[in-house]
Nanobody, 111 residues
Framework: QVQLVESGGGVVQPGGSLRLSCAASSDISRYYMAWYRQAPGKQRERVAGIWPDGLVDYGDFVKGRFSSSRDNAKNTIYLQMNNLNSEDTAVYFC??????WGQGIRVTVSL
């Protein structure tokens, strides 16, 4: 089974940026990948989905602030997050279809 390792999380001030990475242990080129997040006390929600052809769709709350991409040669997907606010504080998870999840990485937006 493929393994996923997220990196790039941390603490950032409001208005700041972070770039998350998710490295897979095997070829991702034929698979749908996605970023999800779960804030304390809330349900997990999809941030961005990346199709094998590179097409990306975003959750409504992204509002042009985030950008996701994939590098199939590196078996890695990325989530560039800009203009972060406190509501973006959550644990972010990488997803590899059909059923594999990363361990999650924490993003905290705070002064």
């Amino acid at each position: 089974q493929v393994q996923l390792v997220e990196s790039g999380g941390g603490v950032v001030q409001p208005g700041g940026s972070l770039r998350l990475s998710c490295a897979a242990s095997s070829d991702i080129s034929r698979y749908y990948m996605a970023w999800y997040r779960q804030a304390p006390g809330k349900q997990r929600e999809r941030v961005a989905g990346i199709w094998p052809d590179g097409l990306v769709d975003y959750g409504d709350f992204v509002k042009g602030r985030f950008s996701s991409s994939r590098d199939n040669a590196k078996n890695t997907i990325y989530l560039q997050m800009n203009n972060l606010n406190s509501e973006d504080t959550a644990v972010y998870f990488c997803y590899h279809a059909p059923r594999t999840w990363g361990q999650g990485i924490r993003v905290t937006v705070s002064l």
